[in-house]
Nanobody, 124 residues
């Protein structure tokens, strides 16, 4: 059974930082692209960041560029999202996705490989 488990969310003041982790189990994703998405209340889930299987290629939503950094450790089957200079508009449930495809600067999530999400709340 494949599982993706996100951790590291919480409540932080504006300007603060958080580091999210997404640990996969049940299969290895070391040769797969991975990504982070988020969903704010009343809004659709949106793309945040993508990383290639070897970490050499990344891409970010314009709203987080320069503030968020995605990375991975294939030995641990884990992807990370370092979030700095957080803003209240970053408040959302953050989800990781594994095994999707990347084409034309867009990440297409794999429908079967989502985590349960971790809540990030940024207070003003």
């Amino acid at each position: 059974q494949v599982q993706l488990v996100e951790t590291g969310g919480g409540l932080v003041q504006a300007g603060g930082s958080l580091r999210l982790s997404c640990a996969a189990s049940g299969r290895t994703f070391s040769s797969s692209a991975m990504a982070w998405f988020r969903q704010a209340p009343g809004k659709e889930r949106e793309f945040v960041a993508y990383i290639s299987w070897n970490g050499r290629s990344t891409n970010y939503a314009d709203s987080v560029k320069g503030r968020f950094t995605i990375s991975r450790d294939n030995a641990k089957n884990t992807v990370y999202l370092q979030m700095n200079s957080l803003k209240p508009e970053d408040t959302a449930v953050y989800y990781c996705n594994a095994g999707g495809s990347y084409s034309g600067l867009k990440y297409y999530p794999a429908p079967d490989y989502w985590g349960q999400g971790t809540q990030v709340t940024v207070s003003s």
